[in-house]
């Protein structure tokens, strides 16, 4: 059986006083055969399936074999015998003009500040751009033209864009999320022997505060909020999430199943250790009661603390 697509000594490029980005290529893809091209940024990936896709000139053959008969794709895109071949394509970025002078220097600074792209970019803009972009390893596309990037390459400058943006809240969100956070203490969880009060409230804080703590600090972040009421809110979000695990260890001991959500005593079946066995019913409900006095502690003087202080008082004697 014929390939469904044979590429033969395909070269093509974009300006053909350079190089160019592909040269004498050649593959055949069999009926019901999976491709996949992989290459570093510019190898010319994109290049190749734009040419098959009829969109850039070549030098070269490129036969298709659909089930109307075998069809050639000739140099300047034309379709020659057979059944004009259907293929779908999923562009992996928009795309820019090439004739286009913006360069990724400006194009960061017209994204990143009110400087007006026309007149010479100072300094500072141009090495916050070029600090963001060796972030994703693009440093050398500093001063390369938008419309010539390949698609890799777009990608590193849209992602350098996206972190500066918003470096603050993926940040944040890494931190609670990552090895020091709550892959930390799912490590502590299923691979350390847990037998303490410290040891508890160390696996709790990580498992379950960081992500509690870590959306009230990303809303902090979204509303510009001073470093000093960060601090309080996080503290807040740490001392409540405390409370509701430990509420959580309690409830699984004298909760009502259908209420609670999961099997009663399941914890203890499992083998787990918590707040209950080494605290006992009623230490754990004075350590909840303690923990949400420090968290309304924590924003007590925030003028508008009402709502925050009613959450933390619903949540010490939840059923579920």
């Known amino acids: 059986m014929a390939p469904v697509l044979e590429l033969r000594?395909?070269?093509?490029?974009?300006?053909?006083?350079?190089?160019?980005a592909l040269r004498g290529v050649s593959l055949a893809l069999e009926?019901?055969?999976?491709?996949?091209?992989?290459?570093?940024?510019?190898?010319?990936?994109?290049?190749?399936?734009?040419?098959?896709?009829?969109?850039?000139?070549?030098?070269?053959?490129?036969?298709?074999?659909?089930?109307?008969?075998?069809?050639?794709?000739?140099?300047?895109?034309?379709v020659m015998g057979g059944t004009r071949p259907l293929i779908g394509y999923v562009p992996q970025s928009p795309s820019f003009d090439r004739g286009d002078p913006i360069s990724v220097l400006d194009f960061f600074t017209a994204a990143t500040s009110?400087?007006?792209?026309?007149?010479?970019?100072?300094?500072?803009?141009?090495?916050?751009?070029?600090?963001?972009?060796?972030?994703?390893?693009?440093?050398?596309?500093?001063d390369k033209p938008m419309g010539g990037l390949s698609g890799g390459?777009?990608?590193?400058?849209?992602?350098?864009?996206?972190?500066?943006?918003?470096?603050?809240?993926?940040?944040?969100?890494?931190?609670?999320c990552g090895a020091d956070g709550m892959v930390a203490g799912q490590v502590l969880d299923t691979l350390y022997g847990i037998h303490t009060e410290e040891q508890l409230k160390a696996m709790y804080r990580l498992k379950t505060g960081v992500m509690i703590s870590g959306a009230a600090e990303?809303?902090?972040?979204?509303?510009?909020?001073?470093?000093?009421?960060?601090?309080?809110?996080?503290?807040?979000?740490?001392?409540?999430?405390?409370?509701?695990?430990?509420?959580?260890?309690?409830?699984?001991?004298?909760?009502?199943?259908?209420?609670f959500g999961k099997p009663i005593g399941s914890d203890k079946e499992e083998g787990k250790i918590t707040y209950v066995d080494v605290d006992g019913l009623e230490g754990c409900a004075r350590a909840v009661?303690?923990?949400?006095?420090?968290?309304?502690?924590?924003?007590?003087?925030?003028?508008?603390?009402?709502?925050?202080?009613?959450l933390a008082d619903q949540l010490v004697d939840r059923k579920k």
């Not at 000594?9 to 160019?20: F, V």
């Not at 007149?119 to 963001?132: D, G, T, W």
């Not at 009661?289 to 009613?310: I, R």
Request: charged letters at 20%; glycine letters at 8%; hydrophobic letters at 40%.
């Open 218 to 259: 990303l809303g902090c972040v979204a509303a510009d909020m001073p470093a000093d009421m960060r601090a309080q809110a996080v503290e807040f979000a740490d001392q409540l999430g405390l409370a509701f695990q430990i509420r959580d260890d309690m409830l699984d001991v004298v909760g009502d199943q259908q209420v």
């Open 114 to 142: 009110k400087w007006p792209v026309c007149l010479p970019i100072p300094q500072k803009y141009r090495e916050r751009c070029r600090m963001s972009l060796e972030r994703v390893h693009g440093g050398d596309l500093l």
């Open 9 to 20: 000594h395909i070269t093509c490029g974009y300006d053909p006083e350079e190089p160019p």
């Open 31 to 78: 009926p019901g055969e999976r491709l996949a091209l992989v290459g570093p940024n510019g190898a010319g990936k994109s290049t190749l399936f734009r040419s098959v896709l009829g969109q850039l000139s070549y030098q070269g053959n490129i036969t298709f074999s659909p089930a109307g008969g075998p069809a050639i794709r000739l140099a300047d895109g034309t």
């Open 153 to 176: 390459q777009l990608q590193r400058v849209l992602l350098a864009l996206a972190l500066w943006l918003a470096w603050k809240p993926v940040r944040v969100l890494a931190r609670a």
């Open 289 to 310: 009661e303690s923990c949400t006095q420090k968290a309304k502690d924590a924003v007590a003087h925030w003028p508008e603390h009402d709502f925050l202080f009613a």
